[in-house]
């Protein structure tokens, strides 16, 4: 492309003796200038669009001072989910039996399955989420959760404290490794 | 033969006006990108599918490091001024009111705040100080914080309570934070995070399909 024009004078004749000064052509080729200008453009439009930070709303709801005051669930529409070391997931339907029967082990992959499955399976008026973490877990987790009840569009749930007997279970469960092990069948 | 003779074109297009564009194209953009400040507290945010994007201004942000520090930082100086203000009246801090304004966040305890202050801006590195300490239910140093700040913002439009947090943060940080904003009544506040999309097959999914607005 980039040309040089030697034509010059046009087959113009100089009277002789008078030397030919060779012409160079001023144009330039741009093509890779263009290239290099829409690669950089390009370059700013991704940047630009990317890091734009999201916020999630989280209502706390305020503390009620009287037992009477507080929110009452229906048994048959709770499950409980705990949060313990290492993203692992625990959960529990209704009231946890004593000798820990009911207490499930999972994780974060299959925790929505399970979710989803208790969501089909209750009246939705009556289904109501117990988050529960425990001292070990992380924020992330936490968030996790929460989105995960924006994910599968869950109205009810509370972040609620851990008891002593949860968390010794968690803490149990923990130390015994993966899913499955611990207190659970 | 007299064949008709077609006019030879040349190939050669003048880039000039296309290289004009492209350049144009390309100072908007530069002038336009507001470069992420360079962030003296490293903090990784965890994903979420909320959609709502973060505000910008009028905002108060409790920052949650890796390490459980907690920092808080807002944007408004006027506001800045006020709590400084009170912090030196009701616990004879002796603070800088000046530089208290400039700084663009707070992360130590009451007592050695006025050091802080004292330090130089590049020199306030999250990883280097000390953070608000709040993991003492009794003397939960953010609910003191917040409720000079909730005056401060007293009879005009509450700013946007943000808490920013980190992936490996400890839950019992976050549950301090969360319990110094419910004991000043502070009950509406927002988690930023990074924006992610909604698994498919999910209900949240099945409503976006379906162009219904969520409200989250």
Known sequence: MAEMDTSGGGGHKKGPGVKKGKKLSTRVDLTPMVDLG???????????????PTAMRLFLPKDADKPEDQNKAKESGVITLLLGKDNNVFYY?????????????????????ILIDKKRNTPEKDLVVIIKPSAECTYKNVVDVLDEMAINVLKKYALVDISEGEAALVKI???SGSAGAGASN | MGRAKLPRKSTNIDMTAMCD???????????????KPAEAIAVTTPKSVAAKVAPQKDYVMVILDA????FLEMDDESKKEAIANALNSSRNLGLNTAAFKKSLFFGAPF????????????????DKLPGIP????????????????????????????????????????????????KKNDILKFQMVTSPEAAPVGTDLWKLNQKGEKVED
Do not use: C, H
Not at chain 2, 21 to 35: G, N, P, W
Not at chain 2, 112 to 121: G, I, K, Q, R
């Open chain 1, 93 to 113: 339907e209704g009231q946890l039996e004593v000798n820990g029967s009911n207490f499930k082990s999972s994780n974060f992959k299959e925790i929505r399955s």
């Open chain 1, 173 to 175: 469960s923990d130390a």
């Open chain 2, 21 to 35: 564009v492209a350049f144009l194209l390309l100072s908007f953009f530069i002038l336009t990108t507001k470069f």
């Open chain 2, 134 to 181: 709040v993991l003492d239910t009794a003397n939960n140093e953010l609910v003191t914080w917040m409720r000079f700040t909730k005056d401060a913002y007293l009879g005009e439009k509450e700013p946007a309570f943000l808490l920013k947090g980190d992936n490996m943060a400890k839950y019992p940080a976050f549950k301090a934070i969360i319990d110094a904003f």
């Open chain 2, 67 to 70: 390490n459980g520090k907690v």
């Open chain 1, 38 to 52: 829409f690669l950089l453009i390009t370059f700013f439009i991704f940047t630009t669009t990317m890091s734009q």
């Open chain 2, 111 to 126: 007592g050695s705040l006025a050091s802080f202050l004292a330090l130089p801006e590049d020199q306030r590195k999250g």
